[in-house]
T-cell receptor, first 113, second 115 residues
Framework: GNSVTQMEGPVTLSEEAFLTINCTYTATGYPSLFWYVQYPGEGLQLLLKATKADDKGSNKGFEATYRKETTSFHLEKGSVQVSDSAVYFCALMPGTSYDKVIFGPGTSLSVIP | DAGVIQSPRHEVTEMGQEVTLRCKPISGHDYLFWYRQTMMRGLELLIYFNNNVPIDDSGMPEDRFSAKMPNASFSTLKIQPSEPRDSAVYFC?????????????FGAGTRLSVL
């Protein structure tokens, strides 16, 4: 079946540190991959996406590359800010089911000054 | 656009009472999703609609939960009777078929506390 696995949190970093949040997936067909972010007290919102192998999604300084050979979609940012404190969800849309997105468990990030 | 609007933002009720959560999707969107988020179970898809028709309700935990979408601009999730284990944040999300990647737009959620 289709599933998403993320590194467990919480993750605590100092401001300007490098961020990596690992995400691996299992899927049939050719899924599209997403990172969603949930800021405190808000709903999820799309951060970035990639739709085929070797695509790199990027937004707000965050990047993730669709690696089919390792079935991974790790999220990275070179220098985090306090305002990046949030919960990050890796997600996939199966290539055979275009209406249901499968979300990972989420990774909580806290950035301290 | 105002985005997905959920009401109420917070609901506190007593066990056994009926609870109704409301959602207004983004105008023109043809998919609507209801999720539940808890610390223990994360984000769970409860049910989703396409063009106001329920497509998959396999995530609805039990018969106490029901959802309706009487028109394209309104949906409700009802819990009757409510139990303390229903305490969670409930999110509504909508998406558009013409958006090839079915990006979901979430509301701010309703935090439900059942005492």
């Amino acid at each position: 079946g289709n599933s998403v696995t993320q590194m467990e949190g919480p993750v605590t970093l100092s401001e300007e540190a490098f961020l990596t949040i690992n995400c691996t997936y299992t899927a049939t067909g050719y899924p599209s991959l997403f990172w969603y972010v949930q800021y405190p007290g808000e709903g999820l919102q799309l951060l970035l996406k990639a739709t085929k192998a070797d695509d790199k999604g990027s937004n707000k300084g965050f990047e993730a590359t669709y690696r089919k050979e390792t079935t991974s979609f790790h999220l990275e940012k070179g220098s985090v800010q306090v305002s990046d404190s949030a919960v990050y969800f890796c997600a996939l849309m199966p290539g055979t089911s275009y209406d249901k997105v499968i979300f990972g468990p989420g990774t909580s990030l806290s950035v301290i000054p | 656009d105002a985005g997905v609007i959920q009401s109420p933002r917070h609901e506190v009720t007593e066990m056994g009472q009926e609870v109704t959560l409301r959602c207004k999707p983004i105008s023109g969107h043809d998919y609507l999703f209801w999720y539940r988020q808890t610390m223990m179970r994360g984000l769970e898809l409860l049910i989703y609609f396409n063009n106001n028709v329920p497509i998959d309700d396999s995530g609805m935990p039990e018969d106490r939960f029901s959802a309706k979408m009487p028109n394209a601009s309104f949906s409700t999730l009802k819990i009757q009777p409510s139990e303390p284990r229903d305490s969670a944040v409930y999110f509504c999300a909508s998406s558009l078929t013409r958006d090839l990647y079915y990006i979901q737009y979430f509301g701010a959620g309703t935090r439900l506390s059942v005492l």
